[in-house]
């Protein structure tokens, strides 16, 4: 089975400082990586994915992550945030097997900029 | 457009009335999916089809259903509501089960 573990509910960063969303999981497969941000009263918006290839990935808004299999982490980052980046945001796996089954969300993290 | 469209947006209703919330997606994608999200658990999977007819259990399928008649539609049916079932619903689509999935607006259910 898999898990996915965001460590901090609330982190607050400072307009223009470094954003940093920890993700670790656990999969008994090699997984796909997912990184989803929810906006207030808004379905969620895929920011970026891992599925083979390189382990650093680029995805919207300036946004980045890198896959660590040593550490199984996939953390997110963007070196300078803006206010528009306020919003929960998902860390998500999928086996990479073959299954049918969805996604395994972590309990999001919500990114809160003070100006 | 591409998009997933859910309907209604905001819902209010009383234990144990039938309802039903459709999902509809026009990209012809095969993989759709439900989730429910709750504060502090994220969002969990309820049920999931892989194409027209094929549906199956996800994590939390307790007093839900759902149907694939179309491959376009995948609606959730709540036979008898209950209060624990007060959630913000969210559908998914995608091309095939390990494409990107393509999250509709969400609707919002409350059961008194």
């Known amino acids: 089975a898999q898990s996915v573990t965001q460590l901090g509910s609330h982190v607050s960063v400072s307009e223009g400082a470094l954003v940093l969303l920890r993700c670790n999981y656990s999969s008994s497969v090699p997984p796909y990586l997912f990184w989803y941000v929810q906006y207030p009263n808004q379905g969620l918006q895929l920011l970026l994915k891992y599925t083979t290839g390189a382990t650093l990935v680029k995805g919207i808004n300036g946004f980045e992550a890198e896959f660590k299999k040593s550490e199984t982490s996939f953390h997110l980052t963007k070196p300078s945030a803006h206010m528009s980046d306020a919003a929960e945001y998902f860390c998500?796996?999928?086996?990479?097997?073959?299954?049918?089954?969805?996604?395994?969300f972590g309990k999001g993290t919500h990114l809160i900029i003070q100006p | 457009e591409a998009q997933v469209t859910q309907n209604p947006r905001y819902l209010i209703t009383v234990t144990g009335k039938k309802l039903t919330v459709t999902c509809s997606q026009n990209?012809?994608?095969?993989?759709m999916s439900w989730y429910r999200q709750d504060p502090g658990l994220g969002l969990r999977q309820i049920y999931y089809?892989?194409?027209?007819?094929?549906?199956d259990k996800g994590d939390v399928p307790e007093g839900y259903k759902v149907s694939r008649k179309e491959k376009r539609n995948f609606p959730l049916i709540l036979e008898s509501p209950s209060p624990n079932q007060t959630s913000l619903y969210f559908c998914?689509?995608?091309?095939?089960?390990?494409?990107?999935?393509?999250f509709g607006p969400g609707t919002r259910l409350t059961v008194l």
């Open positions: 998914a689509s995608s091309l095939m089960v390990s494409d990107t999935q393509y």
């Open positions: 998500a796996v999928r086996d990479s097997g073959g299954g049918a089954d969805g996604l395994t």
């Open positions: 089809s892989m194409n027209v007819e094929v549906t």
């Open positions: 990209m012809n994608h095969e993989y």
